[in-house]
């Protein structure tokens, strides 16, 4: 099976900065559509970025701030969150799927448990 690990989750100022990271393992990493997502209780779970052979996508909310990239040795995806916002403060989640990147949650297959953002004020 398909696993994914996230870690990087913490406590954060407003302005500062924090990276997460995403170990995968069970599948031909290489290969993956990645993404990162996030959600608050109560609602629904939101794009933030993707990465694939064929580019990046960004949410408008985190362009400028965030930037996604891949390690393919060490099979590992991360997202550099820099300029946090109070508005960031969410779970975190990894997903994976085969074929290209995807900004639709229902696109991916496999997802990792989360790890807690929270950037105060």
């Known amino acids: 099976q398909v696993q994914l690990v996230e870690s990087g989750g913490g406590l954060e100022q407003a302005g500062g900065s924090l990276r997460l990271s995403c170990a995968a393992s069970?599948?031909?990493?290489?290969?993956?559509?990645m993404g990162w997502f996030r959600q608050v209780p109560g609602k629904e779970r939101e794009f933030v970025a993707a990465?694939?052979?064929?580019?990046?996508n960004y949410a408008d909310s985190v362009k400028g701030r965030f930037t996604i990239s891949r390690d393919n040795i060490k099979n590992t995806m991360y997202l550099q969150m820099n300029n946090l916002k109070p508005e960031d403060t969410a779970v975190y989640y990894c997903a994976a799927r085969y074929g290209t990147y995807s900004t639709s949650r229902a696109d991916y297959n496999y997802w990792g448990q989360g790890t807690q953002v929270t950037v105060s004020s």
């Open positions: 069970g599948g031909t990493f290489s290969i993956f559509a």
């Open positions: 990465i694939a052979w064929n580019g990046e």
